[in-house]
């Protein structure tokens, strides 16, 4: 895994993993080797970025709200920054770029590469894609400047909020046919996540409770 600590000089203030908690995480992400699916031709792939930031009291995820679009299968979902390869993009350089086109992060010189969960694919008849999640850790004070024809809005979770039991939902989605099928899901103020995005954040979140469990021993 390509390590961007070293893209860039940072300062004391500016290295995330001055943070406790980021260097906690950092570690245990290292000890675990993702689950990477193996390569189909007949899967399109796309990466994300789980960019964690250290707030005051917690650390916070970013989430963004998809702008809505007929040409879009996750048109108005909540999900991580990311997107489709383009041409022989490795995974990685798809999340980095992906970022930036979105969310106006440059995470090849803002952020720092800490992780990578397993790869997620829909369940059955859902879109033939695979999505590579990589985690990245930024300043505290990095800014976010969505781009309107892909983001709607973007917000930032606390950790804690997602791992309490109180925080769980479900969500009711609506087939093309009239049918619907129901999903769990995470809330959030009026924003509910589901789909590949919650399966993304449960995996984050069991490993996030090592940092938890570190700070309640």
């Known amino acids: 895994m390509r390590d961007l600590s070293t893209a860039c000089e940072r300062s004391a203030a500016n290295d995330p993993l001055n943070d406790p908690r980021i260097r906690v995480l950092h570690g245990v992400l290292e ?53 489709r390869h383009q041409g022989d993009e ?32 829909p369940a059955h008849n859902g879109p033939r894609i695979a999505v590579a999640p990589f985690v990245f850790a930024v300043p505290a004070q ?18 804690r909020h997602l791992a309490d039991p109180t925080s769980a939902a479900e969500h009711l989605h609506v087939l093309p046919n009239g049918g619907s099928l129901r999903f769990p899901a995470f809330a959030y103020d009026r924003y509910v996540i589901w789909g590949l995005t919650h399966r993304m954040l449960i995996q984050f979140l069991g490993i996030a409770r090592t940092i938890q469990q570190g700070e309640s021993s």
Request: proline share 10%; hydrophobic share 40%; charged share 30%.
């Open 31 to 83: 000890q675990r080797p993702p689950r990477v699916l193996d390569p189909d031709p007949r899967v399109s792939r796309a990466a994300v970025s789980l960019v964690v930031r250290p707030g005051s009291d917690d650390l916070e995820i970013l989430l963004i709200q998809r702008t809505a679009s007929d040409h879009d299968p996750w048109s108005g979902h909540m999900a991580l920054p990311g997107g």
């Open 90 to 121: 490795e995974d990685l350089d798809t999340a980095i770029r992906e970022t930036l086109e979105e969310v106006g992060v440059d995470l090849a010189s803002e952020g720092m590469l800490i992780g990578r969960l397993d790869d997620v694919s």
């Open 142 to 159: 990095t800014k976010v400047v969505p781009e309107p024809a892909e983001v709607a809005e973007t917000v930032w979770i606390p950790i």
